[in-house]
């Protein structure tokens, strides 16, 4: 599995070493556990936290706490802690009125410190057959795996006593929120419900709004319940501590490192193309010319780097991130002088249709600066036709043994990119793309390329080729062109494509890049990170492009890639738990107790989560004798465990007849 995706190993971080013994903890820092993060520290965190020896430890702890929650790292101010603190200011101000309790400590004020603002409220107070209501309604715009894409919270005073709190509909009930002698049934509840607008009827039997309501025997949802459990307990939701994890291990690993101001950004050339198959990959090559972006050792001629990637939806949700430390071969003998030699790195990662942000960061640790490159990256095609690249070359080859991870080589050909962007005047540039058009869409198109001298008009070059849809398969058409620059002028070009409908003038796609052309073009070594390797391991392609699917909300792609990576690797807990939450969001309920049958509990048992989902699934299908096996395995090894508890709950109110094991 991947070091970086979605899950690291706590070992390591010097931050989280548990010390033997349990010294007092002063009140400020008492506060800022029990009251400022309560709700937002995991369990792992608070045991640590607990532990260090000092205050110099602690303000340590709190200022890495932030820091790795910090949507922007390294800049000022940490705009997650100051959204934190203002929740917290709100939900004190406007929450706990009804029985003067402070207002982070009651349920309104902890859901509102966790989601912040809801997209709408309703309040349903004032009438004599209804206990005070308030309904919110939340999207899910952080992307938590663990949530539906949209969910509700409702509120309620219970008989009118104390505080607004939690309503469970399976555990409480519709006739909880009623009172009065002319409700007998949830159906009378639901009937009187349903005029009063803003959903309040529908979520008394179920929190998400894409699930149905059972309008024959008027049962509440028990999933809906599972739900504000999760809610209860958000910080120790697995995904959420397997990110917070991940995020701690990046962050100790470039310790404090702040991206300053740097000269220019990295220099990343990337393209995005599919294989045989039609699955696509990203390759991408960084340049480096500049022997500050890493420790250079003299003696040996090594350049040491860490060189490490985040793959991003386009608000910024992470979905895989990888680091990689090495030394590089970087300085060349030239005469009696040693002198610096540009190089690149390069990476091939799969990558699935969508829109992303991908960043690629550079750190020199001794300086304690980090450089930083940044591409928007869209996948697949659109709604008109695409041109994916192009990709300048300095040289191809034919390789005697073709590699599929190998980045920037296709079908036999090892493409050299240039990222320099220089090229030699006796040279040709050569160019790969690829086209990509609408599906159905058969139609014949003309490429104009043009290198343009950028103040010389006598010194350009203009070539056009005609593309008929025949050349075209599956939409698609990988293209290569070699673009001679004899009598061309040195100096600063621009590389210009545009791609016209045959008979058209109109330009419908284009690229635009600088060049330039000198009698010296630098031959760049090339090196691959040996973290692509990683994905010929089994199971470990297919579980990124599940988690890449889930990003870009394709559900059906990613259980698909998500039972794939399990069946090769089913060691992949992360997978399992993955696949079993899309089943149970989609309220597929039989592929989860299959998949439990077929590969036990092993790919599940790390997450309460995922094993109340798997019980609440066996008792959805029919089989309460399995569903409570399973809850009674999985307490055994979460103990009071919120989410246990509240399946547990519902299967007690739940019929004992069953079908046979």
Known sequence: MLRKIL????????????????????????????????YTITDEEKKVFLTLPDDASREQFIQSFWEIRNPSPGSTPNRYKEEHYARIQYANEHFGRQSNTPGWMTDMGRTWILFGKPTSQHAFVGYGQIYPLELWFYE??????????????????????????????????????????QFNTNQDVYNFLKPLGGDVARSAF?????????????????????????????????????????????????????????????????????????????????????????????????????????????????????????????????????KFQP???????????????????????????????????????????????????????????????APFQYFGVQFHPALERTFHPQEPLRLLFELQQPSGSARDYQVEYVVAHLH?????????????????????LLKSK????????????????????????????????????????????????????????????AYMRGLEAMAQKNDSA??????????????????????????????????????YKKMGTAPFKSSAVTLAQVSVSFSQSGDAVRARDVLVEAMRQFPDDPVLNAAASSLQRMPRSSTAR
Request: glycine content about 6%; proline content about 7%.
């Open 7 to 38: 899950a690291v190993a706590f070992l390591g971080c010097s931050l989280l070493l548990a010390a033997p013994k349990k010294p007092q903890l002063p009140a400020k820092y008492k506060q800022w556990l029990q009251q400022d993060v309560v």
């Open 140 to 181: 899910n715009s952080d992307q938590l795996p663990s949530f539906p894409g949209f969910f509700n919270v409702l509120f309620f005073i219970p008989e009118d006593i104390g505080e607004y709190r939690f309503y469970h509909p399976f555990l409480d009930g519709p006739m909880k929120l009623v009172r009065g002698s």
């Open 206 to 338: 179920s929190l998400v709004p894409s699930e149905p309501v059972d309008t024959q025997n008027f049962q509440p949802d028990m999933s809906s319940d599972m739900l504000v459990a999760r809610i209860q307990n958000l910080s120790n939701d697995p995904f959420n501590v397997q990110r917070i994890r991940a995020l701690r291990s990046l962050h100790e690993k470039v310790s404090s490192y702040f991206l300053l101001a740097q000269d220019k950004p990295l220099e990343i050339n990337s393209i995005v193309l599919a294989d045989p198959t039609g699955r696509y990959w990203l390759d991408y090559g960084v340049l480096v010319d500049d022997a500050k972006l890493g420790k250079l050792d003299s003696s040996t001629g090594q350049l040491q780097l860490s060189v490490a990637y985040r793959l991003t939806t386009e608000s910024g949700e992470l979905i895989a991130e990888d680091a990689e430390d090495r030394a590089y071969p970087a300085l060349s003998q030239n005469g009696g002088e040693k």
């Open 343 to 405: 190089f690149a790195v390069t990476n091939r990662i799969p990558i699935e249709p969508g829109a992303y942000k991908f960043t690629v960061d550079i750190t020199n640790r001794d300086a304690g600066r980090t450089y930083k490159g940044e591409q928007k990256i869209v996948v697949g095609a659109g709604s008109q036709v695409t041109l994916a690249g192009p990709l300048l070359a300095n040289a191809i080859d034919k390789v005697a043994r073709p590699d599929a991870l």
């Open 456 to 476: 010389n008009r006598d010194s350009r070059r203009t070539i056009s080729e005609d593309v008929p849809a025949s050349e075209f398969h599956n939409g698609s």
């Open 482 to 541: 070699t673009i001679p620059l004899t009598g061309l002028a040195t100096g600063d070009y621009r590389l210009i494509l545009n791609l016209r409908v045959s008979g058209s003038n109109e330009v419908v796609s284009s690229a635009n890049l600088p060049m330039r052309i000198e009698e010296e073009a630098p031959d760049l070594p090339l090196y691959v990170l040996t973290e692509s390797r990683n994905f010929a391991r089994p199971g470990v392609a």
């Open 558 to 595: 990613a259980s698909e890639y998500l039972k794939q990576a399990l069946e090769q690797n089913p060691a992949n807990t992360f997978a399992g738990q993955y696949l079993v939450l899309l089943y149970f969001n989609l309220r597929q309920f039989a592929p989860i107790v299959d998949l």
